[in-house]
């Protein structure tokens, strides 16, 4: 397919098609096929996304640009069925502003070709000959704006194809939605009515929850099977050590998502049932890489557990503003509780430091990380829970500058309390808390560190 080819064949594919001519038919000399014309509205949606690529500085057309061209375009086809979807349009176009104003005044990406004389980049040729072999596989003479639209959702990799996916929009369902708008017949208004009554009815009759994923389980079973090692004193350590807060801080990322996924749920979106979001499973979140991989590294780097997150959530589907702020303090409240599980024993006075030492150490030391790992949340830093627990409250031009730098907020954050006294700050913070709740718990916290780091 030409979507998955390389930039240059991309750009080759698309003058195969004849698209140097504004107004030139897309037609290939050695097929019978019949023309494939760009119509008035697609012409209107890429005149509008280059006068937005123009004003940023910009000279080829992305995706980013494609699409909010098409949602800047009065009355566009492609806008109308996007808005058919439950999600808020302006929190689109906001997402789409923020990405296009952060590449403000260069072009990220190199030359793709020409689609009917708008010069686009290779994320934007991407796109564009999906669009095309999207009109061809359904026999289309022109493409609009519902074309376009498809040919980013069809296209991989590319930034607005991307976004749209994370707010749940994909090529099939949207293609359905588009038949159905140019149809516009009584029964695909109707048939829609079952399925709404019977959501809410599944609802009042009581959802059961999925099955706790056996990944989860037999990462139990190994919290389990290494804790008691180290209580009987069995094996090394801190080898012992250094897999049972692995272990645990894995299980602790798994409950930090469900606790988003579970609210999430209960306030409106059903989608994450159908993710795998409330199995526990830790290979099921979309961004294995932000919330398990990511966290460990930096764990294992420097004993800073940083928070990870990978629960992509239907906002337009959760209706009430300030249970999107409870979606997002979810996280961070099922954090603090499993920390507050591991501190009840020295609370209860159940913890013997003096026998069985290096299991409460190590319990300790998971503990502390929770803990730790539940302040670092609820700091106000894009990208971090406590920036998603405001965001339904502040005014669109914070948000739109908050955006511009969300790809980077945890890294930028991680810079920031590593380099400066920001970070010695919060963990003195951190060490006070902790200490409040089981002084106990704290000393042998600290002294948990020397058998986590064995190999220093």
């Not at 004003?55 to 058919?84: C, R």
């Not at 469900?258 to 199995?279: C, N, R």
């Not at 409460?360 to 503990?367: C, F, H, K, T």
């Amino acid at each position: 397919m030409i979507g998955t080819c390389r930039a240059q064949d991309i750009s080759f594919s698309l003058h195969d098609y004849g698209i140097v001519d504004l107004m030139a038919s897309i037609s290939s000399s050695d097929t019978n096929t019949k023309p494939i014309l760009l119509d008035k509205e697609g012409r209107q949606a890429l005149a509008t996304a280059q006068a937005i690529a123009t004003a940023y500085g910009q000279k080829f057309l992305t995706t980013n640009h494609i699409l909010l061209g098409i949602l800047e375009t009065p009355g566009a086809a492609g806008a109308s069925i996007l808005g058919k979807f439950p999600i808020k349009l302006d929190q689109l176009k906001t997402r789409l502003w923020a990405y296009i104003q952060l590449d403000s005044g260069t072009d990220k990406t190199a030359y793709g070709g020409e689609f009917y004389g708008f010069p686009l980049s290779e994320d934007g040729a991407k796109a564009l000959a999906e669009a095309v072999s999207e009109a061809e596989e359904h026999h289309l003479t022109a493409i609009d704006s519902p074309t376009l639209v498809l040919g980013i959702l069809r296209s991989l990799n590319t930034s607005a194809g991307e976004i749209l996916r994370q707010f749940d929009i994909h090529a099939t369902e949207y293609r359905q939605r588009a038949a159905t708008s140019a149809h516009q017949t009584a029964p695909a208004v109707t048939s829609r009515q079952p399925r709404l009554r019977g959501r809410k009815a599944s609802r009042t009759n009581g959802y059961s929850l999925p099955a706790i994923s056996p990944i989860f389980l037999l990462l139990l079973a190994i919290l389990g099977g290494v804790g008691y090692l180290l209580y009987a004193g069995i094996g090394e350590p801190g080898r012992l050590t250094f897999l049972f807060v692995l272990v645990g801080w894995i299980v602790a990322v798994s409950l930090h998502e469900f606790g988003h996924a579970l609210a999430a749920y209960f306030g409106g979106d059903e989608s994450v049932a159908h993710k795998g979001y409330l199995t526990l499973d830790p290979l099921k979140y979309t961004n294995p890489l932000m919330s398990i991989i990511f966290p460990v590294i930096f764990l294992l780097l420097g004993g800073i557990p940083l928070p990870g997150g990978a629960v992509y959530i239907n906002r337009a589907a959760i209706r009430k503003r300030w249970m999107h702020s409870v979606v997002s303090a979810a996280g961070p409240l099922a954090t603090l509780l499993f920390g507050i599980a591991l501190l009840l024993p020295f609370v209860l006075g159940l913890a013997d430091s003096g026998a069985h030492s290096v299991f409460w150490e190590a319990i300790s030391l998971l503990a502390f990380f929770q803990i730790f790992a539940f302040v670092l949340n609820l700091i106000p830093w894009p990208g971090l829970d406590g920036f998603g627990i405001l965001e339904p409250y502040l005014p669109p031009n914070i948000l739109r500058f908050a955006y511009m730098f969300s790809g980077l907020g945890i890294f930028l954050f991680f810079m920031l309390f590593v380099y400066t006294p920001f970070g010695q700050w919060i963990g003195l913070s951190v060490w006070s808390l902790m200490s409040a709740i089981s002084h106990q718990a704290t000393v042998l916290a600290y002294q948990g560190f020397d058998l986590f780091f064995f190999w220093k």
